[in-house]
């Protein structure tokens, strides 16, 4: 990965065949364009607008919202465009999580719904063990790390169980970069089979998020 600038597929969306192009490096990333149209056109179903009323009215969902901008703004090439190799679901596990948000068909990052519990998966490697093992206990106290391996790279997951440590999370740029390395492998590798669990009006909301 290290000797390409650009990791390039192709994808297909509803039917259809595209090129997509990844850049490896964060800072080469779209953020969040609304003027972008997205590949996936698919019919917004009633099951969707139900599920994502139902999240409105949580408690937690506001800062939910403004997590997951965070999130595909920093960790995710042109997301708006390419919904469809990013999914969105409300409610998922019948109401077992409040979200589950994947990437090329793998899950990384969720909330359960019983309590305030979020995953985050990452790419693991030298510089986010430093902050895992030397900053993570210092400043996020709640915290617990696991590892597993995906097919084409290594995983570190993080789990929190307070607010203010994935927004920290979020916030190190450390991190930041080892979520979107991730992120970009499971996109160009990944396919768009989840697509059909995406749920639109809540990734619409998300997307529109001004912070």
Not at 149 to 154: D, M, N, V
Request: hydrophobic share 40%; with cysteine; proline share 5%.
């Amino acid at each position: 990965m290290a000797d390409q600038e650009t990791l390039t597929s192709e994808k297909t969306f509803t039917g259809v065949r595209h090129r997509i192009e990844i850049p490896v490096t964060r800072s080469r990333r779209t953020v969040i364009d609304l003027s972008n149209r997205p590949l996936l056109q698919t019919p917004v179903s009633d099951e969707e607008r139900e599920a994502f009323a139902q999240l409105e009215d949580d408690h937690a969902y506001g800062w939910i919202r403004t997590s997951l901008a965070t999130y595909l703004a920093e960790t995710v090439h042109d997301p708006v465009r390419l919904q469809g190799l990013w999914t969105l679901s409300a409610f998922p596990f019948k109401g077992r999580r409040l979200f589950t948000l994947s990437v090329g068909g793998t899950e990384v990052l969720w909330m359960h719904g019983h309590d305030f519990v979020v995953h985050l998966n990452v790419a693991h490697g030298e510089a986010l063990r430093h902050v895992v093992d030397e900053v993570l206990p210092d400043v996020w106290h709640r915290h617990i790390v696991y590892d597993s391996i995906e097919r084409h790279c290594p995983v570190r997951g993080l789990l929190v169980t307070d607010a203010n440590a994935l927004t920290n999370l979020l916030s190190d740029p450390t991190v930041l970069d080892a979520a979107y390395r991730l992120n970009a492998l499971l996109m160009h590798y990944g396919g768009t089979g989840l697509s059909r669990f995406h749920n639109r009006p809540f990734a619409t909301a998300v997307l529109g998020d001004p912070s």
